[in-house]
């Protein structure tokens, strides 16, 4: 490993010890904002891409996420995402400790795609 990289990945691991509860904080917000909670897990992206105002909130969590998370390689910072507010989301989870997952469903000939939204288990 180069020496640069190797800073880079001693950087990004400080930076996640450090803030550790403050990115948990960032992925309340998003749950409150996305409706998950303990009896509710999924959301409906067809439903999200509807509400602009779900949407907008989700991406003012930028300036946060910017200072508690190692984002340069997330698509969203890189602005190569059609879908920001998507983008965004799945990186929060996907750098925390959660799973997101999706299943297609068909209802009255529409396609559906639900989210869910799963704490991993870090005790195996």
Same mark, same amino acid.
């Given at each position: 490993m180069s020496e640069e990289k190797e800073v880079k990945v001693r950087a990004s691991k400080k930076k996640?010890? #450090?803030y550790k509860k403050e990115q948990e904080k960032v992925v309340e917000r998003l749950n409150e904002i996305l409706g998950i909670d303990e009896s509710n897990n999924k959301f409906i992206l067809e439903e999200l891409k509807r509400d602009e105002e779900r949407q907008r909130k989700i991406i003012e +969590? *930028? *300036?946060e996420i /910017?200072?508690?998370f190692v984002y340069h390689d997330w698509p969203y910072f890189k602005g190569i995402v059609e879908n920001k507010w998507l983008s965004l +989301?799945?990186? #929060?989870? /996907?750098n925390t400790n959660y799973e997101l997952s999706y299943r297609q469903t068909t209802k009255g000939g529409e396609k559906n795609i639900i989210y869910i939204i799963n704490k991993k288990n870090n005790d195996i």
């Open positions: 996640n010890d #450090i +969590l *930028e *300036e /910017k200072r508690v +989301l799945r990186s #929060i989870y /996907k």
